[in-house]
Structure formats: C-alpha cells, structure tokens
C-alpha cells in the first residue's frame, strides 16, 4: 500500500509539473529519453512510477529539483561527474533566469536527453566547439566566453587521456592560437 502512495505522490508531482509549465507529454518524453506512452502510463499510473536511477535523474533534471525527491530514488552506486565547465553552465542558467524546460526547448529535439544527461552528472561538457556555440549561444555567451571554456575542456581532455600540458607547453598554445585564429578570436 505504501508503494502506491509513493507512486501516487510521483506520478502527481510529474502531472502537476507538467501542466504548470504547459508542456507537452511527447517533449517531456524526448527530453528524458523514453516513449511517449511510457510518460502516459507513468501519470496515469499504469505502470509503477520508475525505480531506474538514470530516468529519476532525468526526470528531476528537466523539473530542476533534486532526484531525492522522489521516494523511489536510490542513490546509484556510479559515480557522479563534477565537470567545472558545467557547473559554470547551470550557474549561468540560474543567473540568467531561464527555466531547465525553456534551455533545453532551444534545443533540437534529438539534442536535448543528452543535455539533461550532461546537466545531471552523467556526461561531460562535449568537446565539439559547434555544440558549445549551441549553448552558448542559448545563454547569450560571447564566442571568447565560449572559447575559454571549450580550451578549459580540451585540456582536461588532453590530460585525462595522458598528456602533460606542462611539458608539452608549446605544442599545446600552438594547437590553441591556432583554434583562436580559426574562430576569430
């Protein structure tokens, strides 16, 4: 019985959420990554309210609250990534004023899971400038806002897979003064 007064309490809590901020069942579905007649039958309580750690999170990414605000939300035993570039991200978001479900409408459709995956932990920033221009520009950045943290991302890259950007000093700025060059700045 408990089980359906959890499920009762998420189920309603997604409903509510829903129709506060007009959107849409079919675009809450591609945001979090699964079916339209899956988010049918979650709200109408067809189907147990999710138990997977991976949808919570999406789900409670794109209502901008935390996944422990659902009962069914066991703390996964992966870990979380905690990218700077991100964060700087989901702070810029906040400053600005802007809604998780309007950032992520600026999006493709196909686009917008793999934000929520990177707004929640699960991905880093991406490397490809293109993508980052994308955000950026959803956020109103400059294109040197952006540069900086695609260089700040790139050399994390560069160091996660071995590197060290110390010694290879000159090879680094040479490959970085020729991306400025590139994109004008």
């Given at each position: 019985m408990?089980?359906k007064l959890a499920?009762?309490?998420?189920?309603?809590?997604?409903?509510?959420?829903?129709?506060?901020?007009?959107?849409?069942?079919?675009?809450?579905?591609?945001?979090?990554?699964?079916?339209?007649?899956?988010?049918?039958?979650?709200?109408?309580?067809?189907i147990?309210?999710?138990?997977r750690?991976?949808?919570?999170e999406?789900?409670?990414?794109?209502?901008?609250i935390?996944p422990?605000?659902?009962?069914?939300?066991?703390?996964?035993?992966?870990?979380?990534?905690?990218?700077?570039?991100?964060?700087?991200?989901?702070?810029?978001i906040?400053?600005?004023?802007?809604?998780?479900?309007n950032?992520?409408?600026?999006?493709?459709?196909k686009?917008?899971?793999?934000?929520?995956?990177?707004?929640?932990?699960?991905?880093p920033?991406?490397?490809?400038?293109?993508?980052?221009?994308?955000?950026?520009?959803?956020?109103?950045?400059?294109?040197?806002?952006?540069?900086?943290?695609?260089?700040s991302?790139?050399?994390q890259v560069?160091?996660t897979?071995?590197?060290n950007?110390?010694?290879?000093?000159?090879?680094?700025?040479?490959m970085?003064?020729?991306?400025?060059?590139y994109?004008?700045?």
């Amino acid at each position: 019985m408990t089980n359906k007064l959890a499920s009762t309490k998420s189920s309603k809590k997604v409903a509510d959420f829903l129709e506060k901020n007009s959107l849409h069942k079919k675009d809450f579905a591609q945001m979090i990554g699964v079916t339209l007649s899956y988010v049918y039958n979650l709200i109408d309580e067809t189907i147990p309210f999710s138990t997977r750690s991976t949808t919570l999170e999406r789900i409670a990414t794109v209502m901008d609250i935390d996944p422990e605000s659902f009962e069914e939300y066991k703390i996964p035993q992966e870990p979380i990534l905690y990218d700077e570039s991100v964060e700087y991200i989901k702070n810029t978001i906040r400053k600005k004023k802007i809604s998780i479900v309007n950032f992520l409408k600026s999006f493709p459709r196909k686009k917008r899971v793999d934000i929520v995956d990177m707004l929640r932990g699960a991905y880093p920033l991406p490397i490809d400038f293109k993508e980052l221009i994308m955000i950026g520009k959803t956020l109103d950045m400059n294109t040197e806002d952006i540069y900086h943290i695609w260089e700040s991302r790139m050399k994390q890259v560069l160091e996660t897979n071995g590197m060290n950007i110390s010694n290879n000093a000159a090879h680094v700025n040479s490959m970085f003064e020729c991306a400025r060059k590139y994109i004008e700045i």
